[in-house]
Antibody, heavy 126, light 106 residues
Framework: QITLRESGPTLVKPTQTLTLTCSFS??????????VSWIRQPPGKALDFLTV???????SYSPSLRSRGTITKDTSRNQVVLKINNVDPLDTGTYYC??????????????????WGKGTTVTVSS | IQLTQSPSFLSASVGDRVTISCRAS??????LAWYQQRPGKAPNLLIY???TLHSGVPSRFSGRGSGTDFTLTISGLQPEDFATYYC??????????FGPGTKVDV
């Protein structure tokens, strides 16, 4: 059974660095096709895909995060870490990590997220 | 890439057949997923690759479409189906964008 759990600070000041950890079990990030993603949801708003790291250490970032965010994996500890530099009140929201599967169809890769953590709430405020 | 969903809000009753639309700003073949999010909970995957039902998801949920136009249909709405539904494009060479959501309420 795949489970994921997000952890990190609940309150961060503007301009600081936010560090979130996703701890998971039930799968390995050495498995071909596996990925772990981060998704943010501001209060009362829609889901916002942030970033993903794949089993082969390929990474992808959303345009909004690319210059401020870094995703890394620690395969031996079954953890994925997201760091966001220079946070702003607009970074306030619930952060989810999710297990995903990268598949091939008609010569093209696609990626979907099948198991999500419960989320962790972060407020950016002075 | 932009995803739009219609309607934004849908009022329905138990037993109704409900259809939600998602339109992509460019051709994404069948690389689309649907998620359900109940209030205060994490999203759950319902359908991926436009029409493939995720394991454990009831068969009253179905998805169709390709290219730029997609639909999610719930045949026989149940009390636990009152939630917000999001589409997401899955094509790996584009940002994995979500749609703005459709809230299904009583």
């Amino acid at each position: 059974q795949i489970t994921l759990r997000e952890s990190g600070p609940t309150l961060v000041k503007p301009t600081q660095t936010l560090t979130l950890t996703c701890s998971f079990s039930g799968f390995s990030l050495r498995t071909r096709g596996a990925g772990v993603s981060w998704i943010r949801q501001p209060p009362g708003k829609a889901l916002d895909f942030l970033t993903v790291v794949y089993w082969n250490d390929d990474k992808s970032y959303s345009p909004s995060l690319r210059s401020r965010g870094t995703i890394t994996k620690d395969t031996s500890r079954n953890q994925v870490v997201l760091k966001i530099n220079n946070v702003d009140p607009l970074d306030t929201g619930t952060y989810y990590c999710a297990h995903g599967i990268r598949s091939l169809s008609e010569g093209k890769y696609y990626y979907y997220m099948d198991v999500w953590g419960k989320g962790t709430t972060v407020t950016v405020s002075s | 890439i932009q995803l739009t969903q219609s309607p934004s809000f849908l009022s329905a009753s138990v037993g109704d057949r409900v259809t939600i639309s998602c339109r992509a700003s460019q051709d994404i073949s069948t690389f689309l997923a649907w998620y359900q999010q109940r209030p205060g909970k994490a999203p759950n995957l319902l359908i991926y690759a436009a029409s493939t039902l995720h394991s454990g998801v009831p068969s009253r949920f179905s998805g169709r479409g390709s290219g730029t136009d997609f639909t999610l249909t719930i045949s026989g709405l149940q009390p636990e189906d009152f939630a917000t539904y999001y589409c997401q494009q899955l094509y790996n060479y584009l940002p994995l964008t979500f749609g703005p959501g459709t809230k299904v309420d009583v």
